[in-house]
């Protein structure tokens, strides 16, 4: 896996690297991606994926009002709130919303 | 140490049941004697001293009061770092969940509590749960107690290590390829990674939610038994958990394996370069003979590709669960201009390099281009890892064999990323496939490091493996009986 790759992924996955990050990763997932590709070798023809190891089917409960945590308690983690709601920077330049009521 | 602290789970329970002993007394003697080991284990990420005693008096008094707290009454149980205990900090071990308090218990937590367990503490474990030896917590280093110089063993190393120093009874982590066997394995203490679908998740950080299983770490099995009953079944706010019976474990655990066929891979134990691990498994599975088993070979042809499915498998899951850790809802935010760059820059900023790594790999695997070859390629031989026991167990009831290559190795030996991956070859076929798995300790190494046999058994046939390994273990009482020296 080359640095642009790597500088790629790493947009995707919302990581912020440095140089000497996206030099390391370059090596280690080369490593990590030569070793998985070992999988090639296997005769896969025919074989269904196993996306889960679950024999049941998934248990709904059902749709009824319960307690739950509030909100209050809900926002409480967040770096920033306001009336309940999380805030976050602008998603688009040259924006600034103010809440409303 | 005092002999109190030396006995199980299941007797403390008894004794604070009958008067003999408080629940308040256990506790405190246990703090006491955590605060003497923990500064060379390092086990906790957190005590909680006060809550502890709290909780013990409540017990102490319902007791009083004439009522039953439960099967668990006054056991000092330990949680590792990724299970939120209510008006708790939970911090995966990383600095992205800086100041995060836990608004609610575990489904497992709620549970235990409900048996009369007194949550004394967090764990230490690796960041995020990513990791063989506990050392890629961003928080602390902590130490084998069997020799500090030592790794506990990884992810739930914190858990592994705080019962075997004996400053907890019982603890719970979470295995998702080998988190609670090997760490239980390296610490000399049993480590139960349920079936699939058996223990809910609900207030476990996700990792890989197609692996992830909450389990206990214990002294004697029948307290894996007991945490399991306590712990087990259906939960609304996990859909894996069937409807399906809760067995009395502890009532089923037996003492003769009449009858039953244990399946061998020879090859693991034949082709092992350390002797000594590769020995006491021998010796192990020739105890299981003398309890009355047949002992047949099997072959599990696509094991080997195990760890290549689980790092494609749950490095995409990670990367897909990780992705709400965004500076938004909780814990780290690095502020910026706009939205996109704070995402980046809190990510980059609060995930250590092994989670960024796994972040990386998954995202890779999941991308235009790539899904194909990897993702897909490893989900078609997943598959054929489940046939594969789905073959031997039709032969067999139970899988014996080695927990890891070896036994604890020193820290900071291992810095290569590969090669820690390959400490997990022996228990991730198991997590891949759903089975109920334990490391059971079976002897000691010249060094007087613990050895750990693995066990395996069918999905939901948990109450037969926990029978037999509580068989095996009643043989085994003279090899293992000892306590490190530092507790």
């Known amino acids: ?101 | 140490m005092d002999e109190l602290l030396n006995i199980d789970a299941t007797e403390a329970a008894r004794r604070v049941r009958a008067r003999e002993a408080s629940a308040e007394a256990l506790t405190s003697l246990l703090l006491e004697h955590a605060q003497k080991t923990e500064p060379a284990v390092g086990a906790y990420l957190r005590l909680d001293i006060d809550g502890a005693i709290e909780q013990a008096r409540a017990i102490d008094n319902a007791i009083g009061d004439g009522k039953d707290p439960g099967p668990l009454s006054g056991v000092p149980i330990a949680i590792k770092d990724n299970i939120h205990v209510k008006g708790q900090l939970t911090t995966c071990a990383s600095k992205m969940l800086d100041g995060f308090n836990a608004p609610y218990d575990a489904t497992v937590v709620e549970r235990l509590r409900a048996a009369g367990a007194v949550i004394v503490g967090k764990t230490n474990l690796d960041e995020f749960a990513m990791g063989s030896s506990c050392e890629n917590s961003a928080l602390q280093q902590t130490h084998n107690p069997w020799d500090v110089t030592h790794v506990p063993g990884g992810s739930s190393g914190g858990s592994a290590a705080c019962v075997a120093a004996r400053s907890a009874f019982i603890s719970l982590g979470s295995d998702t390829g080998g988190s609670i066997r090997l760490p239980g394995s390296f610490c000399g203490v049993i480590g139960y990674k349920p079936s699939y679908g058996r223990v809910s998740r609900y207030g476990l950080v996700a990792f890989a939610s197609s692996l992830d299983q909450i389990g206990p770490f214990t002294r004697s099995v029948r307290d894996a038994a007991l945490s399991l009953r306590v712990m087990a079944g259906r939960d609304v706010m996990d859909s894996t958990t069937p409807a399906r019976e809760v067995p009395d474990y502890p009532a089923l655990l037996g003492d003769s394996l009449k009858g039953k066929r244990v399946g061998v891979v020879r090859r693991y134990l034949d082709e092992m370069p350390n002797r000594e691990v590769a020995d006491a498994v021998g010796s192990a599975v020739t105890n299981l003979e003398k309890l009355g088993a047949e002992i047949v070979d099997v072959e599990l042809p696509h094991a080997e590709y195990g760890i290549a499915v689980y790092y494609v498998v749950a490095s995409a899951e990670a990367s897909s669960n990780l992705s709400r850790f965004d500076g938004v809802r909780y814990g780290l935010r690095k502020e910026a201009d706009n939205l996109l760059e704070m995402y980046k820059q809190t990510r980059g900023e609060g995930f250590g390099p092994e989670v960024k790594r796994r972040i990386m790999l998954g995202t890779y695997a999941l991308s235009a281009g790539h899904y194909d070859e990897f993702y897909g390629r490893a989900g078609k031989v997943r598959t054929l890892i489940a046939r594969d026991f789905e073959a031997a167990f039709e032969k067999c009831d139970l899988i014996a064999g080695p927990c890891a290559p070896f036994t604890a190795f020193k820290s900071g030996e291992k810095s290569d990323p590969l090669s820690m991956y390959l400490c997990d070859v022996y228990t991730i076929p198991a997590s891949l496939a759903g089975l109920c798995a334990m490391s059971l300790p079976v002897g000691f190494d010249k060094a007087g490091l613990p050895i750990g046999m693995h066990l395996q058994a069918p999905p939901y046939a948990d109450a037969e493996l926990l029978s037999a390994a509580h068989a095996l273990e009643l043989t085994l009482k003279a090899s293992v009986d000892r306590v490190p020296a530092i507790a």
């Open chain 1, 1 to 101: 896996m080359d640095e642009q790759t790597v500088e790629h992924v790493a947009l995707l996955a919302r990581l912020k690297l440095s140089p000497d990050e996206i030099a390391r990763f370059a090596g280690d997932l080369s490593a990590i991606t030569k070793y998985i590709a070992q999988l090639s070798e296997v005769d896969v023809e025919g074989v269904p994926a196993t996306v889960h190891p679950v024999s049941d089917r998934n248990q709904w409960r059902s749709d009824e009002v319960a307690a739950s945590l509030t909100r209050d308690s809900a926002t409480a983690n967040a770096p920033e709130s306001e009336q309940s709601f999380f805030k976050v920077p602008p998603a688009i330049e040259g924006t600034e919303h103010e809440p409303t009521n």
